[in-house]
């Protein structure tokens, strides 16, 4: 089956609400994502497969104290699509796109066995840490630019729509 991975479009939105609540297996991302995709600087694309919506990554702009940033997530692949490249295939287009808008750098709340094939590593290693309590091998950044955080410490702060994701059950 051909691959591809597009902007998220009008006509996606219930199919990437299903993507998010299988994946996850509950609705706090998808509602995350429907509180903030009309943010002209987040960047939102899907995965799809003959024409069928079957993955979706989604970069939100953050804030380490004054310094402009991108969050990665959530992303996500419909559970029977998985292992397959289809997420790798995701992150690597939604990096491209964030560095075509001039992101300087990106940070993820995810799997440390997962994010570091794509160059990212603790965000500790550049004194920067996450507003939630996570333990520090879950909170990665990777530099768009090499040497975008070299003077840059501090707390990333995301939307406040994050703050309710992590309180929900």
């Known amino acids: 089956m051909a691959l591809a991975i597009r902007p998220e479009q009008p006509s ?6 299903s993507v998010l609540e299988t994946a996850f297996g509950q609705p706090g991302e998808a509602r995350l994502v429907e509180i903030l995709r009309d943010d002209p600087e987040c960047v939102s694309l899907v995965a799809c497969e003959n024409g069928r919506v079957v993955g979706h990554v989604f970069f939100t702009p953050v804030r380490v104290e004054e310094f402009p940033a991108t969050a990665l997530g959530p992303m996500a692949v419909q559970p029977d699509r998985q292992r397959r490249g289809i997420g790798s295939r995701l992150v690597l287009a939604g990096l491209d796109a964030c560095r075509d808008r001039d992101a300087s750098a990106v940070f993820v709340l995810g799997h440390p066995q997962y994010y570091p094939r794509f160059g990212f590593v603790p965000a500790s290693r550049f004194g920067i840490r996450c507003e939630f309590p996570v333990p520090d091998e879950v909170f990665l950044g990777l530099e768009l630019r090499p040497g975008a955080l070299r ?3 501090g707390t990333v702060r995301y939307h406040a729509a994050f703050a309710e994701l992590e309180e929900s059950p």
Do not use: E, G, L, Q
């Open 151 to 153: 003077d840059v410490r």
């Open 12 to 17: 996606d939105r219930d199919d990437v609400r």
